[in-house]
């Protein structure tokens, strides 16, 4: 009986001389975020297709130009080109025909260096298509019956620069 009380006298000096407790300190932190964009799946040379030789006179809307954009969510950016419009010579000599940019294929909101298309981010890659209209300028003829213009045919080719700000 002896060891018994002896040993339950050591196992409660044991609980009682152990302390629960805790400390706390403040630790500065700090965390940089930095808001962005990443663009994707933009090729280097792009085909808008076959543009017909009798145009009406608002021109012909070409395959879109597409790509995607993952800006950050709630920041707001722009796209724009680098011009109003792209002049470009049927097989660099013949009739002129000039092309803009377009936020959709009805031709509701131009894209060009002095009218950017404004938007905000949502934090994931969001599909982007700007669609091409090609219209004959000078150097076609016009047909006062089909009321069309005939230009020539050839191979255009404009250099364009699109440009996404935040």
């Known amino acids: 009986m002896r060891k018994n009380i002896l040993a339950v006298a050591l196992m409660a000096g044991l609980t009682t001389a152990a302390f629960a407790g805790s400390t706390s300190t403040t630790v500065p932190v700090t965390i940089d975020y930095v808001q962005g964009c990443d663009v994707k799946n933009i090729q280097g040379n792009y085909d808008i297709g076959v543009i017909p030789a009798v145009l009406d006179n608002s ?45 959709d294929a009805s ?13 905000t981010g949502a934090g994931e890659y969001e599909a982007i298509n700007l669609y091409p209209n090609v219209y004959g300028d000078t150097g076609c003829t016009y047909d006062s019956v089909t009321k069309k213009k005939i230009c020539d045919a050839g191979s255009l080719t404009a250099a364009v620069d699109l440009i996404i700000s935040w």
């Open 107 to 119: 031709k509701s909101t131009k894209v060009s260096s002095t009218a950017p298309w404004n938007r």
């Open 59 to 103: 021109g012909v809307m070409m395959n879109p130009l597409s790509f995607q954009v993952a800006c950050s969510s709630g920041l707001a950016y722009t796209i724009k080109t680098n011009s109003t419009s792209y002049a470009m010579k049927a097989n660099g000599t013949g009739s002129t025909y000039k092309m803009e940019f377009y936020t």
